[in-house]
């Protein structure tokens, strides 16, 4: 073992190049999201192609990130959030500690060698520092020590490379004769420094960036999908079907032909509430373009993927009205209300159903019914205690919900009674 400590060990102590590329690409996805969000919630970017701008929004995400890092481990931001931290980093990206001739210095927060008495390494990894400086000397009692050792520093041990863990413990054990380090610690002076170790780190930080620049160009691309179909729509609904046709091609050209190098743009448009969210959105533009019953396959194809979502299979039921198809309605509705039994909504849209199509009897029955089933296994028997405790149905109705519930006859209707004024 080299004891030459000033070499190495003497100042700033850096972190592992695989722990900053971890530490990084981790953090830098986070400021990613917000971009994409950004993009997601806002249209002032339409006329850009978000596409393009993908792997851009992740150099832009890991440079600023960076930057944030550097300085969230400053020691001015250590002296900032003082009342928080103590004067340790808020984390640690390039500098693990520094040490001198008297003391291990965390940021602003300084810990004497002659002050440890003891450092053990935990199994997440951690590097624990206590010291008796402060509590004084034990007190054992009926279970154990009644005055425990303070925990004055701990550190991620696995922040640094194998190298440099060998040469601190060795320096620990030199300048800390007082210390006592537990034998997991002690066990790392003899481990072996393959030269292969870095190099299957920096094959795994290969794969986490192109990872992260895999999901920056996959999402912006499922966005500008999702804009070419909402430009479609916008367009068919202006009564532009040119444009409109124009807009869903393009959208078309992108969930067809999916890049081939990318997993994470084949997952997106392959299964889950990605998918049925495009899917939902094909359906409605062919809808207003007239393909009808290819509209009607991709609603199916989205409710498929979220059976559960009252919005996604509640318009697969009315596209089976407009179509005519009101058995197969009926068989959609009646699959949600197993689904969600107490639920208002799909329960109002099939005694809907059933008015509209004039069977008035069958849908007072079938809501008569519901109520009961309410009574018997969901509101609690009058008087409920304490007065507020209630129960409540909240049901989240959106536009299509109530032009369904509530069409043009019924709106027509003139009322039975007429209240006459003086």
Sequence with gaps: ??????????????????????????????????????????????????????????????????????????NFISKVFYFLRKGRPLLIYRR???????????????????????????????????????????????????????????????????????????????????????????????????????????????????ILFDVGYSTFRYVELLKRYYLADEAAICGDLQKAKKQYEFAEELRINAVPFSTVSKQLLSKG??????????????????????????????????????????RQARFCIELGKIEEAKKVIKGLIEKHRYALLPHLYFSSLLWQNDQLDEAKQEFKRYLDQLDNEYFSPPPVWPASGEEALHELLYRDDLKFLFPDKVMSVKPSVTLSTK
């Design 1 to 74: 073992m080299d004891k030459d400590y000033s070499t190495l060990l003497s100042g700033a102590i850096r972190t592992s190049f695989f722990h900053q590329a971890v530490t990084l690409i981790s953090r830098a996805s986070f400021a990613f999201a917000v971009l994409w969000i950004l993009l997601l919630t806002t249209s002032f970017w339409f006329r850009f192609n978000a596409e393009q701008f993908g792997v851009l929004a992740v150099i832009v995400s890991i440079v600023f990130t960076h930057f944030f890092l550097i300085a969230a481990e400053s």
């Design 273 to 314: 509430q990605s998918l049925s969210v495009v899917q939902e959105a094909r359906a409605r533009v062919l809808w207003k373009l007239g393909k009808k019953e290819e509209a009607l396959r991709a609603q199916q194809e989205a409710a498929s993927l979220m059976p559960k979502t009252y919005k996604i299979v509640l």
């Design 96 to 210: 693990w500690l520094a040490v001198n001739d008297t003391s291990i210095v965390f940021g602003n927060y300084r810990v004497l060698w002659s002050a440890i008495d003891s450092v053990s390494l935990s199994y997440l990894g951690n590097l624990i520092f206590t010291s008796r400086a402060l509590c004084g000397p034990p007190v054992y009692g009926k279970n154990g020590d009644d005055n425990p050792a303070a925990k004055v520093l701990r550190l991620p041990f696995s922040a640094i490379d194998l190298r440099v863990q060998k040469l601190f413990v060795a320096q620990l054990k030199e300048k800390c004769p007082q210390a006592v380090l537990s034998p997991s610690l002690i066990k790392v002076l003899n481990k072996p420094v393959f030269r292969s170790t870095s190099y299957i780190h920096l094959l795994t930080s290969s794969v986490f960036l192109f």
